[in-house]
């Protein structure tokens, strides 16, 4: 067994709080704290500095974002609750994922009152998948009337700041809301330019095909940020007859917005993404995406239902 594993809990929490290098192995002990062991890392918590208490925190976000399987909520909750912003904020992106419900309440009492405004946007992020699973089903729609309901009275505060309305707006783009719709239409035609991609944005999450032909014409759009937003929404509505004008944007000059029409044409499936992908594969013009042109056409196989759980054997070796 190794040290990482057999270490005592405190001696543990001793290397992470005050280690000069921090070490990931220990940091996958704090997964599934409970009982004794997350009461002694909750009263140990504040006496970490400032730093050290965001340089885990923000470690603890990317591995729970990379690894399905660890669970850190108990603390991140820990973090959302901290003095610094930036431990709030990476406690926020850390739930990212979270089906836990009665995190929602404390999360939006963050939207509203939070005396950062970085992390009034983390939690409006935050709350983004939650309705996201209520409109597929995966939870109550009891659990997103609040959220939609709190999100739009952010929204429609003058003393809100455009941070605040893009992420709320983002999370809305999703609700099966009657006001949704005119949001991001007023949101485009604003003459702010980070809103205009934010309402760009908000399209593809809306899965309405009336947005269709405002995304045709934004992925020729002379702004690189605008067609990388327009490319990624063509991707998310679902649409198939998107796919030429998505393929047109795989030679774009910038490589960002090449990448995301690979990963566009990887979502919309289908046999002309299918074959355009597979063309693309063989083409030594495209070697530098290979590996998105690879991670797109297996998504394609998921789509289509014939993914080859064999190849999973090969990859991992029988269990």
């Known amino acids: 067994m190794t040290e990482e594993s057999t270490k005592p809990f405190p001696d543990l929490l001793d290397s992470i709080f005050t280690d ?4 990931v192995p220990l940091l996958y002990r704090l997964s599934d704290l409970a009982g004794e062991n997350l009461a002694l890392f909750e009263s140990r918590w504040p006496e970490v500095s400032g730093d050290r208490r965001h340089e885990i925190a923000r470690h603890l976000a990317d591995i729970s974002e990379d690894n399905f399987v660890v669970d850190f909520q108990p603390v991140f909750v820990c973090c959302q609750k901290d003095v610094d912003a930036r ?3 990476a406690g926020l992106d850390g739930v ?13 009492e963050m939207v509203k009152s939070d005396p950062s405004e970085e992390v009034r946007v983390a939690a409006a992020s935050a709350l983004a998948h939650y309705v996201l699973l209520a409109e597929w089903g995966q939870l109550p729609r009891a659990v997103s009337g609040p959220i939609v309901a709190a999100l739009l009275a952010e929204y429609e505060k003058e003393e809100t700041g455009n941070a605040v309305k893009r992420a709320s707006l983002e999370a809305l783009s999703v609700a099966q809301h009657p006001r949704v719709a005119s949001l991001i239409e007023d949101a485009y ?23 269709v032909p405002i995304l045709i ?20 509505l679902n649409d198939k007859s998107l796919v030429p004008e998505i393929a047109n944007l795989l030679v774009d000059e910038d ?27 063989e083409d030594p013009d495209y070697e530098e995406m290979r590996e998105a042109i690879d991670d797109a056409l297996e998504e394609v196989e998921w789509i289509s239902g014939n993914f080859d759980v064999l190849s999973l054997d090969d990859e991992f070796g029988d269990s």
């Open 20 to 23: 000069e290098i921090l070490s």
């Open 87 to 89: 431990v709030r904020v």
């Open 96 to 108: 990212w994922d979270s089906t836990t419900t009665s995190l929602v309440g404390p999360i939006l």
């Open 189 to 211: 035609e604003s003459d702010e330019h980070e809103m205009q991609l934010t309402a760009v944005f908000a399209m593809g999450g809306s899965a309405d095909t009336k947005w």
């Open 217 to 236: 014409e934004e992925m020729s759009s002379y702004d690189s940020e605008m067609r990388l937003e327009a490319v990624r929404a063509a991707g998310a």
């Open 255 to 281: 490589m960002a917005v090449a990448m995301a029409a690979v990963g566009a044409l990887g979502q919309l499936g289908g046999e002309e993404a299918s074959a355009i992908l597979m063309r693309i594969s």
